[in-house]
């Protein structure tokens, strides 16, 4: 969100909550359905009314709402994507937009929402929360895990398990043909995606924006642990990865080292979808149902996470400008097998 001049309208007195809606924005994660469902049948279990906003914050401008009945998000819990639908919207990151958005919302008489996705949605949240008498709370939804505040996102269990399989079967072929695989996976700013993944696939080299030490990992194995042993290799390239990702990467080696089978995998999308799995499921719908708790309670701009399995509240300030630290644990770990 770029810089943005804040004003802010306030009711006289705060409606007493009886309408909340949820939407979902940013990029898709497996479990946001499993959410959607958990805030609809808790606010209704309370009595209060449920409105689905499609297409994220573009629909909250345009008043894309949609009524939600237990039965509408029946046969949900298991798919992925978002029954919702998400979009990026330039709009709301304007004041017009915004006060758009805030008489959308007022004309259909919601009281508060929840909002399902990453610290670009929670900001969008905080902002408008600010400068309008309308109470937010967030669910994280992202498959990087990269939230401050919380041990788990929304989707990351799915993703990570999405990555493995698809690595587990493209190192058959690896080491049937003796080589080199750059695998890409996503993670712009974090890595921790590509780290727990290549400890779980027993990567020979993990490549992610917090450390640079690898890449004299990566070194080392091409010098000695390749060729020594005429193996095969598996990297594991953050999209994020400062050498410029696999693609980039995998075309620096093939100039060192002209001799080496080196070949490219970007995994791409298929990371964001799928079924969620047990844990993505149950954790979503812990999720929601702490989200309506929270919003019964005159919470305002909190994230609900998950620390040591417990709930947690984040303030949205504190959760979209804080980092997610990478455990430096895990890369020690990753370190010593494969020496």
């Known amino acids: 969100m770029t810089a943005i001049s804040i004003s802010r309208e306030v009711s006289p007195k705060r409606r ?13 994660a497996p479990g946001m359905n499993a959410a959607i469902r958990a805030v609809t049948r808790a606010a209704l279990a309370n009595k209060l009314k449920v409105v689905g906003i499609r297409r994220g914050y573009q629909g909250m401008i345009e008043g894309d709402f949609i009524p939600l009945k237990t039965s509408d998000v029946s046969g949900i ?17 304007t004041s017009e937009g915004r006060r758009k958005a805030y008489e959308q919302l007022k004309k259909a008489e919601i009281d508060a929402v929840v909002v399902i ?13 600010q400068e309008y008498d309308i ?16 041990d788990y996102t929304v989707g990351y269990e799915t993703a ?7 690595v587990d079967k493209i ?41 640079t030490e690898q890449n004299d990992e990566l070194n080392r194995f091409l010098k000695k642990g390749y060729k020594s042993k005429e193996s095969s290799g598996i990297v594991i390239v953050a999209e994020g990865d400062p050498c410029g990702g696999a693609m980039c990467k995998a075309e620096e080696v093939r100039k060192a080292h002209p001799d ?8 791409g999308h298929i990371q964001r979808g799928g079924s969620p799995t047990a844990k993505d499921r149950v954790n979503a719908t812990r999720m929601g149902v702490a989200a309506v708790d929270a919003l019964l ?18 303030p949205f300030n504190k959760a979209v400008k804080l980092n997610h630290c990478i455990d430096t644990d895990l890369i020690a770990l990753h370190q010593l097998l494969n020496r």
Do not use: W
Request: proline share 2%.
């Open 77 to 93: 819990l298991h798919l992925g994507g978002t029954m919702l639908k998400t979009a990026r919207s330039e709009e709301f990151r």
């Open 297 to 314: 309670d005159d919470q305002q701009s909190v994230m609900i996470g998950i620390t040591n399995e417990k709930i947690v509240l984040v």
């Open 160 to 166: 990570l398990n999405t990555v493995v399989e698809a």
């Open 117 to 129: 996705g990453g610290d670009g949605s929670f900001t969008g949240a905080l902002v408008m929360s």
């Open 171 to 211: 190192r058959d072929t690896a080491r049937s043909h003796g080589r080199i695989f750059f695998v890409e996976v996503m993670g712009r700013e974090a890595g921790l995606l590509a780290l727990t993944s290549g400890i779980a696939c027993g990567a020979e080299v993990i490549l992610i924006p917090e450390s």
């Open 135 to 150: 109470s937010f709370v967030g669910i994280p939804g992202t498959i990087d895990n990269d939230m401050y505040g919380t």
């Open 260 to 267: 080496l089978d080196v070949r490219v995998s970007i995994l």
């Open 16 to 28: 007493k909550l009886k309408k909340i809606g949820v939407f979902t924005s940013g990029g898709d």
